[in-house]
Antibody
């Protein structure tokens, strides 16, 4: 059964770059027709899509974050990553990674999430 | 891009049915059959309840059902139970930047 696990620093200083990795187990990240995404949820607030990507490298970023976001994939490690630059307190949130399915009809699968706090 | 519109709160008594709406545009909800619904209890990760408008993942109670008409999708919870009290979010494929867009979220209260 496919599982996703987020990892990375829980504390990042303001103005620095937040870096998170999502490790995929129980399946291949490079299987065609699946997309992979990042979502975040600030404390007490709703869910926000950060961006999505295909294993080949095509990316789709939230316009409000586009200038600071970079998503990448490492198929050899079955991992994909998120980098968010010049973070502020507003970037403090639980960050989730997910697999999106628009082809096989199996629904999305999410990781358990990781809390990232931006400190001043 | 704009979030999908959901009512801030919906409530019902045990045993009743409630419906949560999710309104978008022809670029998302109305244009594609890729609407999902998530349930989130406090401090927990969102749980997929409905995908592709009306499909239930294995293990999800058949008290949860989804539908769509035009630019509005709906989640119906029948036979409301105390454990259904949670936040609910819709999500849809979108032809704009991110591939997916969330709804604003609905807090369900069981009276």
């Amino acid at each position: 059964q496919l599982q996703l696990q987020e990892s990375g620093p829980g504390l990042v200083k303001a103005s620095e770059t937040l870096s998170l990795t999502c490790t995929v187990s129980g399946g291949s990240l490079s299987r065609s027709s699946y997309y992979w995404g990042w979502i975040r949820q600030p404390p007490g607030k709703g869910l926000e899509w950060i961006g999505s990507m295909y294993y080949s490298g095509s990316t789709y970023y939230n316009p409000s974050l586009k200038s600071r976001v970079t998503m990448s994939v490492d198929t050899s490690k079955n991992q994909f990553s998120l980098k968010l630059s010049f973070v502020t307190a507003a970037d403090t949130a639980v960050y989730y990674c997910a697999r999106l399915d628009y082809y096989y009809g199996s629904g999305s699968i999410w990781g358990q999430g990781t809390m990232v706090t931006v400190s001043s | 891009q704009s979030a999908l519109t959901q009512p801030a709160s919906v409530s019902g008594s045990p045993g009743q049915s409630i419906t949560i709406s999710c309104t978008g545009t022809s670029s998302d909800v109305g244009g594609y059959n890729y609407v999902s619904w998530y349930q989130q209890h406090p401090g927990k990760a969102p749980k997929l309840m409905i995908y592709d408008v009306s499909n239930r993942p294995s293990g999800v109670s058949n008290r949860f059902s989804g539908s769509k008409s035009g630019n509005t999708a709906s989640l119906t919870i029948s036979g409301l139970q105390a454990e259904d009290e949670a936040d609910y979010y819709c999500s849809s494929y979108t032809s704009s930047s991110t591939l997916e867009v969330f709804g604003t979220g609905t807090k369900v209260t069981v009276l």
